[in-house]
Protein backbone atom coordinates (compact mmCIF):
# COMPACT_ATOMS: atom_id res chain seq x y z
CA UNK A 1 0.00 0.00 0.00
CA UNK A 2 2.81 2.02 1.08
CA UNK A 3 4.60 1.72 -2.56
CA UNK A 4 1.38 2.71 -4.19
CA UNK A 5 0.85 5.85 -2.32
CA UNK A 6 4.25 6.99 -3.37
CA UNK A 7 3.76 6.40 -6.98
CA UNK A 8 2.81 8.88 -9.41
CA UNK A 9 0.89 7.13 -12.34
CA UNK A 10 1.36 8.89 -15.45
CA UNK A 11 -2.03 8.38 -17.36
CA UNK A 12 -2.05 9.01 -21.63
CA UNK A 13 -5.21 10.08 -22.67
CA UNK A 14 -5.39 9.42 -26.60
CA UNK A 15 -6.09 12.13 -29.02
CA UNK A 16 -8.64 13.96 -27.34
CA UNK A 17 -11.75 11.24 -27.93
CA UNK A 18 -13.09 9.51 -25.13
CA UNK A 19 -13.32 6.42 -27.41
CA UNK A 20 -9.76 6.61 -27.42
CA UNK A 21 -9.12 5.82 -23.70
CA UNK A 22 -7.73 3.07 -22.38
CA UNK A 23 -9.52 0.73 -20.33
CA UNK A 24 -6.14 0.96 -18.39
CA UNK A 25 -6.03 4.57 -18.19
CA UNK A 26 -9.37 4.72 -16.82
CA UNK A 27 -8.89 1.85 -14.49
CA UNK A 28 -5.62 3.96 -12.99
CA UNK A 29 -8.13 7.42 -12.67
CA UNK A 30 -10.98 5.87 -11.33
CA UNK A 31 -8.31 4.52 -8.43
CA UNK A 32 -6.88 7.87 -8.16
CA UNK A 33 -7.37 9.79 -4.67
CA UNK A 34 -5.55 13.08 -6.55
CA UNK A 35 -5.67 13.80 -10.53
CA UNK A 36 -3.57 16.50 -12.39
CA UNK A 37 -4.63 17.47 -15.58
CA UNK A 38 -5.53 20.02 -18.25
CA UNK A 39 -9.25 21.26 -18.21
CA UNK A 40 -9.57 19.70 -21.55
CA UNK A 41 -8.56 16.24 -20.67
CA UNK A 42 -10.70 16.36 -17.22
CA UNK A 43 -13.62 16.66 -19.57
CA UNK A 44 -13.11 13.37 -21.12
CA UNK A 45 -13.62 11.42 -17.57
CA UNK A 46 -16.26 11.11 -15.24
CA UNK A 47 -15.95 12.59 -12.24
CA UNK A 48 -14.79 10.14 -9.33
CA UNK A 49 -14.45 12.33 -6.91
CA UNK A 50 -10.59 12.74 -6.33
CA UNK A 51 -9.20 16.23 -5.97
CA UNK A 52 -8.23 18.03 -8.91
CA UNK A 53 -5.00 19.80 -9.85
CA UNK A 54 -5.45 21.73 -12.82
CA UNK A 55 -2.25 21.83 -15.39
CA UNK A 56 -2.16 25.15 -16.88
CA UNK A 57 0.59 27.43 -18.03
CA UNK A 58 2.17 27.58 -14.44
CA UNK A 59 3.87 24.04 -14.68
CA UNK A 60 6.21 24.78 -11.89
CA UNK A 61 2.72 25.33 -9.87
CA UNK A 62 1.62 22.15 -11.10
CA UNK A 63 4.69 20.36 -10.20
CA UNK A 64 4.71 21.68 -6.59
CA UNK A 65 1.07 21.00 -5.51
CA UNK A 66 1.68 17.39 -7.24
CA UNK A 67 4.68 17.00 -4.43
CA UNK A 68 2.64 17.94 -1.50
CA UNK A 69 0.47 15.24 -2.31
CA UNK A 70 2.73 12.39 -2.96
CA UNK A 71 1.96 9.73 -0.65
CA UNK A 72 -0.89 11.10 1.10
CA UNK A 73 -3.09 8.92 -1.67
CA UNK A 74 -2.85 7.61 -5.04
CA UNK A 75 -2.29 10.58 -7.89
CA UNK A 76 -3.08 10.45 -11.40
CA UNK A 77 -1.17 12.76 -13.89
CA UNK A 78 -3.50 13.03 -17.01
CA UNK A 79 -1.38 13.93 -20.45
CA UNK A 80 -2.97 14.25 -23.92
CA UNK A 81 -1.53 11.21 -26.52
CA UNK A 82 1.04 9.29 -25.27
CA UNK A 83 3.13 10.26 -22.72
CA UNK A 84 6.03 9.62 -24.59
CA UNK A 85 5.94 12.27 -27.20
CA UNK A 86 6.64 15.77 -26.41
CA UNK A 87 4.75 15.63 -23.05
CA UNK A 88 3.90 16.78 -19.73
CA UNK A 89 5.26 13.47 -18.99
CA UNK A 90 8.44 14.01 -19.62
CA UNK A 91 8.31 16.89 -16.84
CA UNK A 92 6.61 14.92 -14.03
CA UNK A 93 9.28 12.22 -14.51
CA UNK A 94 12.52 14.72 -14.28
CA UNK A 95 11.22 15.84 -11.62
CA UNK A 96 10.03 13.03 -9.19
CA UNK A 97 12.07 10.27 -11.01
CA UNK A 98 11.53 7.19 -12.93
CA UNK A 99 11.29 5.07 -9.88
CA UNK A 100 8.39 7.63 -8.53
CA UNK A 101 6.58 7.12 -11.81
CA UNK A 102 4.65 4.47 -13.98
CA UNK A 103 3.25 5.47 -17.24
CA UNK A 104 0.42 4.24 -19.11
CA UNK A 105 0.58 4.51 -22.72
CA UNK A 106 -1.87 6.26 -25.09
CA UNK A 107 -3.05 6.68 -28.35
CA UNK A 108 -0.56 9.58 -29.83
CA UNK A 109 -2.28 12.16 -32.68
CA UNK A 110 1.26 11.06 -34.53
CA UNK A 111 0.13 7.51 -34.60
CA UNK A 112 -3.41 8.60 -35.71
CA UNK A 113 -2.45 10.67 -38.43
CA UNK A 114 -0.55 8.00 -40.04
CA UNK A 115 -3.07 5.58 -39.37
CA UNK A 116 -5.08 8.31 -41.67
CA UNK A 117 -3.15 8.33 -44.26
CA UNK A 118 -2.60 4.45 -44.12
CA UNK A 119 1.14 4.44 -43.53
CA UNK A 120 3.55 2.88 -40.78
CA UNK A 121 5.48 5.58 -38.54
CA UNK A 122 8.29 3.11 -37.41
CA UNK A 123 10.73 5.23 -39.70
CA UNK A 124 9.26 8.81 -39.11
CA UNK A 125 11.28 11.41 -37.98
CA UNK A 126 8.47 13.33 -35.69
CA UNK A 127 9.45 17.78 -34.81
CA UNK A 128 7.59 20.17 -32.46
CA UNK A 129 6.87 23.31 -34.22
CA UNK A 130 3.73 23.79 -31.77
CA UNK A 131 5.03 26.15 -29.29
CA UNK A 132 8.51 27.09 -30.90
CA UNK A 133 10.28 27.02 -34.71
CA UNK A 134 12.70 24.51 -34.05
CA UNK A 135 16.41 24.03 -35.48
CA UNK A 136 16.46 21.36 -37.79
CA UNK A 137 19.50 19.66 -39.58
CA UNK A 138 17.63 19.79 -43.36
CA UNK A 139 20.24 17.72 -45.15
CA UNK A 140 19.67 15.22 -42.30
CA UNK A 141 16.11 15.51 -41.78
CA UNK A 142 15.46 15.34 -46.11
CA UNK A 143 16.95 11.28 -46.15
CA UNK A 144 13.80 10.31 -44.04
CA UNK A 145 11.27 9.92 -46.31
CA UNK A 146 8.18 10.61 -43.45
CA UNK A 147 8.01 13.67 -41.10
CA UNK A 148 5.02 14.04 -38.72
CA UNK A 149 5.58 17.66 -37.81
CA UNK A 150 3.13 19.20 -34.32
CA UNK A 151 1.81 22.22 -35.30
CA UNK A 152 -0.85 24.65 -34.00
CA UNK A 153 0.11 28.24 -34.96
CA UNK A 154 0.48 30.93 -37.77
CA UNK A 155 4.23 30.49 -37.52
CA UNK A 156 4.08 26.68 -37.49
CA UNK A 157 2.90 27.16 -41.07
CA UNK A 158 5.24 29.34 -41.63
CA UNK A 159 8.21 27.35 -40.47
CA UNK A 160 6.99 24.14 -42.36
CA UNK A 161 6.47 25.95 -45.49
CA UNK A 162 10.03 26.65 -45.46
CA UNK A 163 11.50 23.60 -44.23
CA UNK A 164 9.34 21.42 -46.79
CA UNK A 165 10.46 23.96 -49.52
CA UNK A 166 14.07 23.00 -48.20
CA UNK A 167 13.49 19.40 -48.48
CA UNK A 168 13.68 19.79 -52.36
CA UNK A 169 12.11 16.72 -53.02
CA UNK A 170 7.97 18.12 -53.55
CA UNK A 171 6.73 15.81 -50.67
CA UNK A 172 2.73 15.04 -50.34
CA UNK A 173 1.78 17.13 -47.60
CA UNK A 174 -1.59 15.42 -45.32
CA UNK A 175 -2.99 18.14 -42.88
CA UNK A 176 -4.49 16.80 -40.12
CA UNK A 177 -6.92 18.59 -37.60
CA UNK A 178 -8.50 18.15 -34.55
CA UNK A 179 -7.91 13.76 -34.70
CA UNK A 180 -10.71 11.90 -33.54
CA UNK A 181 -12.81 14.74 -32.85
CA UNK A 182 -16.14 15.54 -34.13
CA UNK A 183 -14.59 18.45 -36.73
CA UNK A 184 -11.61 15.61 -37.32
CA UNK A 185 -10.24 16.96 -41.29
CA UNK A 186 -7.57 15.35 -42.87
CA UNK A 187 -6.54 16.58 -46.50
CA UNK A 188 -3.82 17.10 -48.47
CA UNK A 189 -2.13 20.25 -49.80
CA UNK A 190 0.69 21.16 -51.12
CA UNK A 191 3.31 24.25 -51.09
CA UNK A 192 1.65 26.91 -52.79
CA UNK A 193 -1.28 25.80 -50.69
CA UNK A 194 0.10 26.05 -47.24
CA UNK A 195 0.73 29.56 -46.26
CA UNK A 196 -2.56 30.50 -47.15
CA UNK A 197 -4.24 28.33 -44.46
CA UNK A 198 -6.16 28.68 -41.10
CA UNK A 199 -5.36 25.72 -39.11
CA UNK A 200 -6.39 24.71 -35.04
CA UNK A 201 -4.12 24.28 -32.70
CA UNK A 202 -4.25 20.55 -32.79
CA UNK A 203 -2.96 19.84 -36.12
CA UNK A 204 -0.43 17.22 -37.21
CA UNK A 205 1.63 17.54 -40.48
CA UNK A 206 2.78 14.66 -42.80
CA UNK A 207 5.74 15.36 -45.07
CA UNK A 208 5.78 11.99 -46.99
CA UNK A 209 8.30 11.58 -49.72
CA UNK A 210 6.19 10.72 -52.68
CA UNK A 211 7.76 7.34 -53.66
CA UNK A 212 6.43 5.82 -50.41
CA UNK A 213 2.50 6.28 -51.66
CA UNK A 214 2.97 5.16 -55.10
Known sequence: MEQELNKIVIVGMGPGSE????????????????VAGSKNL???IPDNGAQKIFVGADIEKALGLIEEKLGKGKIAVLVSGDPGIYSFAKLVI???GVQACRV???????QTAFARVGLD???????SVHAANPKVDIVETARVGKIALLAGR?????WIWSFAKGLKDNRRIFMCENLCLGNE??????LSG????????????LLIRRDILE
Open 19 to 34: EYITPAALKAIDGADV
Open 42 to 44: FNL
Open 94 to 96: KKF
Open 104 to 110: IPGVSSV
Open 121 to 127: WLDAKII
Open 154 to 158: KESLE
Open 185 to 190: KVYETD
Open 194 to 205: LPGLTIPSRTIV
